[in-house]
């Protein structure tokens, strides 16, 4: 840990930075003596910006003014007077801080919430996880490794998306022929419990087999979530909002939360709402929708990840920590409120939600609690733990309380 001053510039930044600016340079020259031809024809399917990362850099671009430049910032950049950072931890802690890195008996994770960091014994994360990963409705023991088996079947989705033209040439960079392996661990919700906080399941994908396809999922979803009837940003959003509440006496204020949304949400009920968005407006083609539904179901089904030396596999839900979970979520529950919200007008004065987190305003005493056993029997898996109170709740990260004026 090191403390830098605001007007330290670091050296090596500085040059990486200097060839960027230089290849940028280059490549608006060559652009305009060598314009790409635009091709104009109408295309039957909707592609996205998704390719692999250009290296092309044409050097035959660099001219005597911009050869110049670099000499002088490099010249600049040797006259600088090197100062070395002051440690801004004294002897002890920097000790303190080697010795915890080097202690094998204990995990330090975020916390779920609150952004705190929580310093667990190795043998009560090893329990609190295959506590989790033993849920057989949710997580199933692989007797091997499936990366070749399920790479395969990921190419071969991909390679017929694009002979259909649904895939373009660019796109074909969802292909990974060199995955790396799903990781589990957990977020240990302190917020619920501070001394044996139960864990919030992730599975680390970053270069998975589906990795790429995933991102590519969530391109089509994004739009639609942002348009549901509940849909909150932030807690920005949510103090705006509240501004313009028409505040009675008799109003309740009352929050939700999904239990484990992620995990719960049933293969053919999430794929049905996604499928339900994505034909709502016929912006896609019919072919491309069932393209997009075959790929979630995909990422679904084979959703496996490493832990301990042993390989498992989620059948249930989806993971936290792939790209198109958070869009996904958003669906399947705007889905749900879809069916009851307008049955309920007359005393919803405001109902908002953000992913799994929900508050609702309840206008008039009568009736709330059967509200509340109403979405309680819904045949989707759903389990919401809610409170109420006609004075102060807490939503996300904040207090939401009635202040009354004389």
Known sequence: ????????????????????????????????????????????????????????????????????????VLSDLEKMEHKKSRDNLTHQERKALRELMQDDDIVIKPADKGGGIVIMTDDYYKN?????????????????????????????????????????????????????IPIFYFLPKIHKNLEKPPGRPIISGIGSISSRLSEYLDKPLQPYVTTTETYLKDTIEMINILTDVDWKDGDILVTSDVQSLYTIIPHNRGIEAAQFFLEKDNKLQPEQVNFILKGIQLILEH????????????ISGTAMGTRFAPSFANLFMAYWENSFLSNWRTNLDLYRRYIDDIFFIWRGEEDLQLFLDFLATNDRGIILTSNRSKTEVIFLDLKIFVERYN
């Not at 998704?50 to 092309?56: A, G, V, Y």
Request: aromatic residues 16%.
């Open 128 to 180: 609190e996880a295959m506590c989790i990963l033993g849920d057989k409705t949710t997580y199933r023991h692989l007797k091997k490794d499936p990366s070749m088996d399920f790479k395969h079947i990921f190419h071969e989705y991909l390679d017929q998306g694009h002979l259909l033209g649904i895939l373009n040439n660019n796109e074909l960079y969802l292909k990974i022929d060199h995955p790396k």
């Open 1 to 72: 840990m090191k403390f830098a001053p605001t007007n330290k510039l670091d050296k090596f930044s500085m040059f990486i930075d200097l060839q960027k600016f230089k290849k940028n340079l280059c490549l608006k020259k060559y652009f305009l003596k060598n314009p790409i031809e635009r091709n104009e024809t109408i295309h039957l399917y909707t592609h996205t910006n998704l390719k692999e990362k250009s290296t092309f850099f044409p050097k035959s671009m660099i001219s005597s003014e911009i050869t110049t430049f670099d000499q002088m």
């Open 303 to 314: 959703n496996y990840f490493w832990f301990l030396e042993e390989f498992y596999l989620q």
